[in-house]
């Protein structure tokens, strides 16, 4: 049914607008207010989930090529990551290490089942790479991508502020943490505030969830 994308598309837009409005409010995040508006209708009004999300499948695609146009500002600022270099890897290494133990260390403390614990380690790389890594060692699909998308509002919504207050103003270590700890969310956060930080976010999100997805599956057991 075509009325899904559209509601979509229509949710968004309309969140968008709203969020510049309101001079990017936290609590107006345009994947926030959507998320927030379909989950109440699907949970008070009973629509039927499932047509939903086979009439919105066309979306994943998107996703996946918009991770790739993320080339574009990576490209046009990629001087002042490589001037970095050093230090920027290690940000990235510092942050894939501790976005999966940041997970795993509460899930083991409190003896979740061994499929939650698999499904909450890939919290911080973009929902498809998470998807199937997951598969991979014994996690849920659905609970992954679920758990990413939370993460990656998260971060994108407190990340700026926090960094701010603690002191952080560079645009580069900005970006490197929004693209390390929130994936695609927080990577196209950093992409609206400056080509710089989302040239830094874009080659963060790459680099961890390519390492997380490759590196993570080796040492599962």
């Known amino acids: 049914m075509i009325i899904w994308p559209a509601l979509t598309i229509a949710l968004f837009l309309i ?19 959507p998320s927030v508006v379909l989950i109440g209708w699907f949970s008070l009004l009973g629509a039927d989930l499932p047509a939903y999300q086979a009439a919105t499948n066309g979306f994943g695609l998107l996703l ?16 002042a990551v ?10 990235v290494a510092g942050g894939s290490v501790a976005g999966v133990l940041s997970a795993l260390a509460p899930a083991i403390i409190l003896q979740a089942p061994p499929e939650l614990v698999a499904s909450l380690s890939t919290k911080s790389i973009t929902t498809p790479l998470a998807v199937t890594v997951v598969g991979s ?47 695609a969310i927080g990577t196209a956060e950093a992409v609206r505030r400056s080509d710089t930080m989302g040239a830094a976010a874009a080659f963060a999100m790459t680099v961890n969830g390519l390492a997380t997805a490759i590196l993570l599956p080796l040492v599962w057991g």
Do not use: C, M, Q
Not at 15 to 33: C, Q, T, V
Not at 66 to 74: D, F, T
Not at 82 to 91: D, E, Q, S
């Open 64 to 79: 996946a090529a918009a991770v790739v146009g993320l080339a574009v500002p990576l490209y046009r600022s990629w001087g």
């Open 15 to 33: 969140a968008d607008r709203l969020y510049e409005r309101l001079g990017h409010r936290a609590y107006a995040h345009p994947i926030l207010l």
């Open 137 to 183: 060692i014994g996690g849920v699909a659905s609970i992954a991508a679920a758990v990413v998308v939370v993460t990656g509002l998260f971060a994108a919504l407190v990340g700026p502020w926090l960094l701010r207050a603690l002191g952080v103003d560079d645009d580069v270590a900005t970006g490197l943490a929004l693209g390390t700890a929130g994936h």
């Open 82 to 91: 490589k001037a970095n270099k050093h230090a920027v890897l290690a940000a």
